[in-house]
C-alpha cells in the first residue's frame, strides 16, 4: 500500500477501503493491525446482500501515527470483485493518544438504502473546539469518475452554528468488478457541539454508505493517493 507523499511522524494517516461486501478480514486486519493501524469506531459496515447483488458496497476506515516516515507496507489483498482504497494524511492533530473526539464524534456511520441522488450524513457532536470533521461516502456505483457533484451542490445543513470550509478532498472509482466510489469531504467546527450535516448531490441515484468523525486539533488534509485492485 502506498503512503501519501510528504506526510510526517505528527500526521495521521486515514485509510478508507471500499469493496463489494466480497472481503476477508484477515486480508488486511492483522496486517494493519501489526503495523500500528486502529479501525475507527462504527466503520466497519456492509450494506447490501450476496457479492453479487448491483447495490452490495462495503466501508473500512482506519487511522494511523505513523512512527517514521518510511512506514513498511501494508498489504490489503485482492477481496475479490475489486478492492478499492484511499489513503489521506491530515496536519496539525493531536500528537498522543487516540486522535478522534469523543462520543459520536469518534465516529459514526449512516446506512442510505433507497437510491438517491442526493446523501446526507449524519450530525456528530463534539466535546472539542477546533475539530476537522471527515464524512467519506460509499457506493457500489460502477464508475471510473468522481460521483459527488462539486462546488454550489455541497451544503452544510443545520448543526449548533459555526461549521465552515467544506471541501471535497478527494472523489473518485473504479470500474473493476461491480464497481465502487469513495469520497471524503471535510469541514471544520470551530466550537464544541452539534455539527452540520454534509448534504451531496450525486452524479446518478444509488445506495450509500456515509461515516463521519472529527479529528481534534486545527486539522488540515494532505495529499492523498489511491489504491485500486481488480
Not at 101 to 124: C, E, L, R
Request: charged share 10%; aromatic share 6%.
Amino acid at each position: 500500500m502506498a503512503f501519501p507523499s510528504g506526510y510526517t511522524t505528527s500526521d495521521i494517516l486515514v485509510l478508507v477501503i471500499e469493496t463489494a461486501n466480497d472481503w476477508v478480514s484477515s486480508l488486511w486486519t492483522t496486517n494493519l493491525t501489526n503495523n500500528g493501524w486502529a479501525r475507527a469506531a462504527n466503520s466497519n459496515t456492509i450494506y447490501g446482500g450476496a457479492n453479487t447483488a448491483a447495490n452490495v458496497t462495503y466501508m473500512d476506515v482506519w487511522w494511523s501515527r505513523p512512527t517514521t516516515t518510511s512506514q513498511t507496507a501494508v498489504i490489503l489483498g485482492d477481496a475479490g470483485d475489486h478492492t478499492l482504497a484511499v489513503c489521506a494524511a491530515f496536519a496539525n492533530c493531536i500528537t498522543t493518544g487516540d486522535p478522534w473526539d469523543t462520543g459520536t464524534a469518534a465516529g459514526i456511520n449512516v446506512k442510505v438504502g433507497v437510491a438517491t441522488a442526493q446523501v446526507n450524513s449524519f450530525a456528530v457532536t463534539t466535546a472539542t473546539a477546533n475539530t476537522l470533521i471527515l464524512t467519506v461516502i460509499n457506493s457500489p456505483q460502477d464508475i471510473a469518475a468522481g460521483r459527488i457533484n462539486a462546488g454550489a451542490t455541497l451544503l452544510l445543513v443545520g448543526g449548533s452554528g459555526g461549521d465552515t470550509e467544506l471541501t471535497e478532498q478527494c472523489d473518485f472509482g473504479t470500474t473493476s468488478g461491480g464497481g465502487g466510489t469513495i469520497a471524503i469531504l471535510t469541514h471544520r467546527k470551530p466550537t464544541a457541539g452539534a455539527t452540520a450535516n454534509v448534504r451531496a448531490n450525486t452524479t446518478i441515484a444509488n445506495t450509500a454508505l456515509i461515516w463521519t468523525g472529527a479529528l481534534i486539533g486545527l486539522a488540515d488534509a494532505k495529499p492523498w493517493c489511491q489504491i485500486t485492485w481488480v
